[in-house]
């Protein structure tokens, strides 16, 4: 006899774990840790609204594995047990309610919020986030990966001190496991990059650390992506490759989601086709792909569910074992209980979009501005709660235009090319473009002319990353038999170091002569110092250096070494 299953039936993980029923909260970042990083009292009023909610089981917002990269201001991080106490209380407060919690862990590489980042962000390679204020990251060296391998399963070993059931790992949603999944931001020609089970290494790896710490009963999930719907990027063709081989791992859960924030699909942008408008869920279609791939693995899918009859269908046809819900549970923090208790048919969500013409709202621009100003919408619900209050449905969207600035500063809004950490910046980085423009170009085309050159005005040569063009910035530059050092005074975010970023060939003149070269970021050079090393005579060293300083917001040094 076959046993019809619905939104409260129980269901047995694989390590054992009942979970009590089929419904989902998933994760939702918060920003509501303190000022050192740990989870702050508002996270307790948040989730202990949650524990009322009766869901089968509750995932946190994402907490980040290391303090230096951040997805936005107020992340939670657990590098060690310094703050066991407080994450104790935490996990207590959904399972007062009988609900069981799992932490999601995360490293945002390349999606590192800039206002938060010490040091230049990172990435699986130097390929930058296609949204406005995102500067180019540093490629990751392979101690360093091994170093974050290392951090997740700290990170884990610490939340099941603390008493929570299990951890989920974010591998979606654009973050530095999707980073190495994608072809697309992962250009790598080592063991982490290349084929398809090269760039699912970094996950497995993370996996397996992470289950090597923790005893047999503790969860382990991963969220990954069924695509990240862009061009030359994670196909459902790799997904389903990586799930095959997530098959073979100690797991209890896989959720799939899709989408980043670059084509933010996990938030039904853009719109779905018909089809999936009818079943709701948004990756539906594609979980039942990958139903005879997960080896027995409980598959959850999130993205879209409203309807109590969508959801128990999908559970009931088989399409998938869990229904998460995110967004809903914002404005309906008892969801689960309404829906499986109190019977309720539908979850409302509010459909937040920009007062733009038809034309324009289709562009990737405008919808990856609505996707960010979704996920900050619902996140100013999340600190509502926080704070002890009710969510509020009717909340304009241009209150949360302010907070998105307040919490993640202008740049978040921004539509021009580069990140500006201050005012300061902006202003250093707008005077110095001008001197380039009206003064140095000028200048130092005009001394060429005749037969005047100095390695403080020299020439730069980079291939434009658009126009495939060559592309001359004056430049200062200290050369050397092997090569030559330059300094771009703003860091990765001037025109020249994002065409360097894109690609490395160069070429430089070096008096007379111009050199080909192959340029390089080197984010640890102390550039003060490498500045003194521009003057012509060491009792120019100290002005040479202060004249950099005056120009310069976030500097860089550049290391070109010749390749003729």
């Known amino acids: 006899m076959t046993t019809t299953v619905s939104l409260s039936t129980p269901l047995t993980l694989p390590s054992g774990r009942v979970l009590p029923n089929r419904l989902m909260k998933s994760a939702l970042s918060e920003g509501l840790g303190d000022g050192d990083a740990g989870p702050d009292v508002r996270l307790e009023r948040l989730y202990s609204r949650w524990a009322t909610g009766e869901y089968g089981l509750v995932v946190t917002g994402n907490v980040m594995v290391d303090r230096r990269y951040l997805g936005e201001p107020g992340n939670v991080v657990i590098e060690d047990d310094r703050h066991l106490d407080a994450l104790a209380r935490w996990a207590k407060t959904t399972q007062d309610g009988g609900s069981p919690i799992w932490m999601q862990l995360n490293h945002p590489g390349r999606q590192a919020n800039p206002l938060t980042t010490t040091g230049q962000i990172v990435a699986p390679s130097a390929v930058r986030l296609a949204i406005p204020g995102m500067p180019t990251p540093r490629e990751l060296t392979d101690a360093e990966i091994d170093d974050i391998i290392v951090r997740f399963a700290t990170a884990a070993a610490v939340a099941e001190s603390a008493g929570f059931d299990g951890v989920q790992i974010h591998g979606a949603h654009g973050y530095l496991i999707s980073q190495f999944l994608s072809p697309r931001s992962n250009r790598r020609e080592d063991r982490w990059g290349g084929s ?11 996996i397996r650390r992470v289950r090597a710490v923790v005893r047999p009963g503790f969860g382990v999930g991963i969220k990954l992506n069924s695509a990240d719907f862009q061009r030359g990027g994670f196909s459902e063709d790799d997904s389903r490759a990586v799930v095959e081989m997530l098959a073979a791992e100690s797991l209890d859960l896989i959720e799939i989601s899709g989408g980043s924030y670059e084509s933010p699909a996990m938030m039904g942008r853009p719109v779905a086709r018909a089809s999936t408008q009818a079943r709701e869920a948004y990756f539906l279609e594609y979980a039942v792909t990958v139903r005879g791939l997960t080896a027995g693995i409980p598959l959850a899918v999130t993205g879209g569910f409203r309807s109590r009859t969508a959801m128990a269908d999908a559970l009931a046809e088989g399409a998938c074992d869990i229904v998460g819900i995110g967004r809903p549970t914002v404005t309906t923090p008892r969801a689960g209980r309404e829906l499986i208790t109190d019977g309720a048919h539908r979850l409302e969500v509010p459909l937040l979009s920009l007062p733009v013409p038809a034309k324009a709202a289709s562009a990737a621009s405008i919808r990856s501005m609505e996707g960010a100003l979704d996920l900050q919408w619902h ?39 580069g990140p500006a950490a201050t005012r300061s910046a902006v202003r250093k980085f707008r005077f110095e473009r001008a001197v380039g423009r009206h003064v140095m170009n000028p200048a130092v085309a005009f001394l060429s002319r005749i037969g005047v050159t100095t390695h403080l005005a020299t020439d730069l040569e980079t291939i434009g990353r658009r126009s495939g063009q060559a592309r001359i910035v004056p430049v200062s530059a200290a050369f050397d038999d092997d090569g030559a050092w330059v300094i771009s005074q703003h860091g990765t975010r001037s025109g020249w170091a994002i065409n360097v970023a894109a690609d490395s060939r160069v070429r430089i003149r070096q008096g007379t002569r111009w050199r080909r070269g192959s340029a390089e970021f080197v984010p640890g050079d102390d550039v003060d110092a490498r500045a ?13 250096a202060a004249g950099f300083r005056a120009l310069q917001s976030d500097p860089i040094s550049v290391r070109i070494t010749f390749l003729d």
């Open 196 to 206: 398809i089970e090269n760039r699912t290494r970094f996950a497995l790896e993370v």
């Open 379 to 417: 996140t100013d619900q999340l600190h509502r709660m926080g704070d002890g209050l009710d969510p509020d449905p009717r909340r304009p969207l241009w209150r949360t235009a302010i907070t998105t600035v307040r919490r993640n500063g202008i740049d978040a809004l921004r539509t021009t090319r």
């Open 532 to 544: 003194r090393t521009f003057a012509t005579r060491p009792l120019f060293a100290g002005i040479t």
